[in-house]
Nanobody
């Protein structure tokens, strides 16, 4: 099982980024998948999740700004991030829950700075 994130980088406040997570080694379409983030000195927190049937959930802090989606044909999870704020700066991790196990990617850094 492998999850590989990409798309992080440096962006100004108010800007946008799209994160991608390429999944392999399991049946991605049957997995619940999520994005988490961890800022320095803080816990890893759920940002957004999407179930295999497509239902989504979001942290209050990102509602209306972030959109999680998946392309099961491409085995890829996405996170569209708009109106980025300083406080969105963190390492973002992709997570998949499949057959009772949780799998994690290596993370991608998102830095919001002027």
């Amino acid at each position: 099982v492998q999850l590989v994130e990409s798309g992080g980088g440096l962006v100004q406040p108010g800007g946008s980024l799209r994160l991608s997570c390429a999944a392999s080694g399991f049946t991605f379409s049957r997995a619940a998948a999520s994005w988490y983030r961890q800022a320095p000195g803080k816990d890893r927190d759920l940002v957004a999740g999407i179930y295999s049937a497509g239902m989504t959930t979001y942290a209050d802090s990102v509602k209306g700004r972030f959109t999680i989606s998946r392309d099961n044909a491409k085995n890829t999870l996405y996170l569209q991030m708009n109106s980025l704020k300083f406080e969105d700066t963190a390492v973002y991790y992709c997570e998949a829950h499949y057959n009772g196990y949780d799998y994690w990617g290596q993370g991608t850094q998102v830095t919001v700075s002027s």
